[in-house]
């Protein structure tokens, strides 16, 4: 009795996001949602779920990039559908493949989503003259190559919940931005968002999670990165000062350094990245997701 209420609940909550819902033409059993709109946006993430009986194993891939989905705690398929900031504009292909036996093939759903242009402004940076050696490429492809690499984790261990604020505050740069640092010298995409605040404020973890990476690098300054699980990574950049180690288990609100104005900036601010899937999004927008819990094992 308890799982028939649990499973109408589902049902009922999924319904709440009709506009969204894509049936599958291919199989009459399995049902996708994709929340909050199946027309997606350069850098932003949505959430994609899958419904149907006895699915044992989900995992998709959507403009060439593979990712995982986890059990939901009422029962569906759950994962994150980031779109790159720079992901081909228009029909895009998502496709779901799903084991009801996992010594079997898997099924194949293929459906088209519609990536539409991101809007990211145009940011002129001026850098004062003692910091013109970090317009140095090789410099920039080091930080950029250190970041990477951790990014392409995708841990099958869920630490999240819904996602916070890593510090109080308005932003003052948006996410994507195309960015000409000193007329030209160097350009490059804005990979996070920033956040005013004068050196020495906590920063805390967005969610519950486990610390993977925590050092200096030129340009991000004193960084570290956090996993969430199933290809969720937060990152803090700019630090004066870090409070935890890779490997540490940190939990949602938890100080894990202050803020400072190490790497290249033009003054104090946190900037706070989010990657998915090896995709950088934009973290105000994640922030705001509904993400559906996981089951508890
Ligand atoms: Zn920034």
């Given amino acids: 009795m308890k799982k028939i209420i649990v ?21 009459g059993f399995v049902s996708i949602f994709i929340t909050p709109s199946s027309e997606v946006q350069q850098g932003r993430t949505s959430i994609l779920q899958v419904m149907g009986p006895n699915i044992e194993k989900v995992t998709a891939t959507f403009a060439g990039r593979r990712f995982d989905l986890y059990r939901t705690n009422v029962g569906n398929w759950a994962g994150l559908l980031a779109v790159d900031m720079d992901a081909t504009l228009g029909a895009n292909t998502l496709d779901i493949y799903y084991w009801t036996d996992e010594n079997q093939e898997p099924q194949v759903i293929s459906q088209q989503i519609v990536v539409l242009p991101g809007g990211f402004d145009f940011q002129d940076i001026p850098l004062p003259y003692d910091l013109e050696p970090l317009l140095d490429p090789e410099l920039n492809e080091y930080d950029f190559q250190s970041i990477e690499r951790v990014h392409m984790r995708q841990t099958r261990e869920i630490f999240f919940t819904t996602f916070q604020q890593p510090i109080p505050g308005p932003s003052i740069s948006s996410f994507g931005g195309f960015r000409s640092y000193n007329n030209g010298v160097l350009t490059g995409r804005h990979t996070g968002i920033d956040y005013r605040a004068v050196i020495g404020t906590a920063v805390t973890a967005a969610a519950n999670g486990r610390v993977v990476f925590a050092q200096y690098l030129p340009i991000h300054g004193n960084h570290i990165i956090i996993d969430h699980g199933w290809g969720i990574l937060t990152g803090y950049s700019h630090l004066s000062e870090i409070s935890v180690v890779p490997g540490e288990l940190v939990y949602q609100g938890q100080t894990i350094g202050l803020s400072g104005a190490t790497g290249r900036v033009q003054g104090p601010h946190l900037h706070f990245e989010v990657a998915v899937n090896g995709s950088w999004v934009d973290g105000s927008q994640f922030l705001t997701l509904e993400i559906p ?4 094992n």
């Fill in 7 to 27: 499973l109408i609940v589902a049902i009922m909550t999924i319904g709440m996001f009709t506009p969204a819902i894509r049936s599958n033409a291919q199989n």
């Fill in 293 to 296: 819990l996981p089951a508890i």
